[in-house]
């Protein structure tokens, strides 16, 4: 069943686009992430626009990430003072992010860009999870046991002022590095159109010390809230959030995050995280080799002014 | 595709019946429809342009018999053209070019191929065809075409013929008799909203001898209409709305797969 979708101007079969949804929900679930880097070439690979796609994910991840929060905040593990924090620094980097988004798109160089971060992002950080699951499972493999290295906790950001006491992660730290992760955040996921889940996660973990327990819940509240303002955003400066296909992505999307949630929580945690890593780091060879080899066609259309 | 069927023999049955004009040859044409509404199941759409050649009784008929070309044009837009080129072993949008004011849909239909219908000089002065239609370029200060090789000027109706939103049909014009011809318009998905021309010329002998226009417009419906406009006149709100049906879809479901 095809329909049209107002904003991206062109036809999308309903069930295709609601089965992208079902399975990067299912992804999602899985990981505890948004699953915009996935979500986001897809919608590019289906014809839409790269700055309609880019909008769009975040409606839609807002959706899938207010569903994990609900449920995370039902067994009280999000830490929300940690949140706010980040969020402060969030705001400033969306902004910033849909600014220069905004500039890009007049250069002509966003899809560059996207293309751009996307190779050196998720190929850095594809390439860390696969390497330090691999060691961890081999650990496992060699009998020892597998473990988070929490010792000498004191780094130098640990001497930045402005400190503060976060209660339910139990950790005191200066709000500096906090805000500037947040500011990241909401940068990276303006211009990528990605929640940044896979990226909070290990800087929570690695950098300022958050129990895993909390790490999740909380990764989801700064992606809601980002994704929110995103789309709020993106709206006003750029007119590009397809409501139509946010909605049908979104259906999927929850939908598919429930089962993927179940399967997730079969799986041993080093395994998962070598699963995703692969992933993260197979959509950033993507992206690089689609710079690299020489396009089919090298000429691009813009529309600067005429009908909608 | 029946009720134009009906309708053409209506115009063609008033046209035999009515009293010819003074010149020697008019065209009477019309379309089987003056508006195209978007709505949520639109995948394209066909119009169908017909009508007959009218002859008074002083003009002898020609023995090579009428052509017609008629050119459809979309609302005008300006946009950029850009090439990729290898930068440090990537691709990157280096060069561009501004086509100032150029139809947004264009499409040629001939009885025949234009190079048959008309000379070359002709069809170059009426812009027959889409090679020889003017595709004017920001140069500097000023708007100009480039000659017809520019690889610029190829790219763009290649682009756009890719799409479909550039279509030039040889033989899209039939001939039903001597005089009633009829051509069907192919509008794509992506067809822009706005009003479309179509210009008509009627050829004998390598000579025009009538010309006419129609027009039709292409309108986004109903809730299309209503998505595409507030998300443009209210982009607030629509934000807001777009995040509030979020907020309610992920509670919806967190609330019904509830597990505990």
Redesign the interface.
Known sequence: M???L??A???VNVFVVFAMGLAVGFISGMFGIGGGFLMTPLLIFLGIGPAVAVATVS??I??????????YW??RALDLQLAAMLLLGGFVGTAAGVWLFTWLRTL??L??TIS?SYVILLGSVGGLMVTESVRAILRSRSGKPAEIRRGGSHTWFHGLPLKLRFKQSRIYVSTIPVWTIGFLMGFVGAIMGIGGGFLLVPMLIYFLRVPTNVVIGTSMMLT?VT??TA???????N?L?D??L??IL??GG??G??FGARAGQRMRGERLRLLLGVLVLAVGVRFFVD??L??E???????????? | MRAARLALAGVVLAALGATPAAAAEKLVSSLSRHTVK??????GAELVLFGIVERDAETPPHRGGYDIVATVK?????????????VV?????AD?R?FVQVP?YLATLSSRPIEAIVPLDVARRLQLGLRRTLLPQQIGPDTADVVRDDP?RA??L???DARKLYVEEKGAVTFLSSILYSATIPIP??A???TYTVDLKLFADGALVASGNEAFDIS?EG??QF??ES??DH??L??????A???L???????M?RR?
Not at chain 1, 62 to 71: K, L, P
Not at chain 1, 231 to 237: G, M, Q
């Open positions: 095809e329909i049209y107002p904003i101007g062109i036809p409606t839609h807002a959706a899938s990430s207010f569903s994990g929060v609900v449920t039902r067994r002509g160089q899809d560059l751009l809601l994704m929110a789309t709020v955003l993106h709206s006003v400066t007119h959030v409501v139509i946010a909605l979104m259906v929850v939908m995050a429930q710079l690299v020489p396009p066609e090298i000429y691009s259309i813009r529309m600067l002014e005429g009908p909608q | 978007i709505t949520p199941s639109f995948t979309g609302p005008p837009e300006t946009l950029v053209v850009r090439r990729k080129e290898r072993g990537i691709w990157v949008n561009s501004t947004s610029f790219a763009f290649r682009l756009k998905a992506g822009p909203t706005g986004k809730f299309e998505v595409a998300a443009v982009g607030l629509y934000g807001l709305a777009s995040a049906m979020a907020l879809t992920g509670w919806l479901a967190a609330v797969f505990d």
